[in-house]
Nanobody, 123 residues
Framework: QVQLVESGGGLVQAGGSLRLSCAAS????????MGWFRQAPGKERRIVAA????????YYADSVKGRFTISRDNAKNTMYLQLNTLKPEDTAIYYC????????????????WGQGTQVTVSS
């Protein structure tokens, strides 16, 4: 089992940047594929980016390609999401999640979830 805690959200102007962190408990962080998801008011929770256990494979939603970067540091039990060139439509609660096995993009395939961190982008 793993517990996840997100941090780094906040209010930023359009075009700005933020760096989200997801700190994991336990000594088996490196055995989990990880993902960042977001949920805007009235909308479904959707994948933003995902990363394999080693960090060698990554996935990005089309809406964030070229602007966001997912990474992980297994020695620190932490995953990151660098958000650049932010747009008002990026406003959402951002969640990190973990799963065993292969990296996937399906929300339902992730077992463990953090509590979320709010990102608000003003125009």
């Amino acid at each position: 089992q793993v517990q996840l805690v997100e941090s780094g959200g906040g209010l930023v102007q359009a075009g700005g940047s933020l760096r989200l962190s997801c700190a994991a408990s336990g000594r088996t962080f490196s055995s989990y594929a990880m993902g960042w998801f977001r949920q805007a008011p009235g909308k479904e929770r959707r994948i933003v980016a995902a990363i394999s256990q080693s960090g060698g494979n990554t996935y990005y939603a089309d809406s964030v390609k070229g602007r966001f970067t997912i990474s992980r540091d297994n020695a620190k039990n932490t995953m990151y999401l660098q958000l650049n060139t932010l747009k008002p439509e990026d406003t959402a609660i951002y969640y990190c999640a973990a799963k065993t096995g292969i990296t996937t993009v399906a929300t339902k395939s992730y077992t463990y979830w953090g509590q979320g961190t709010q990102v608000t982008v003003s125009s």
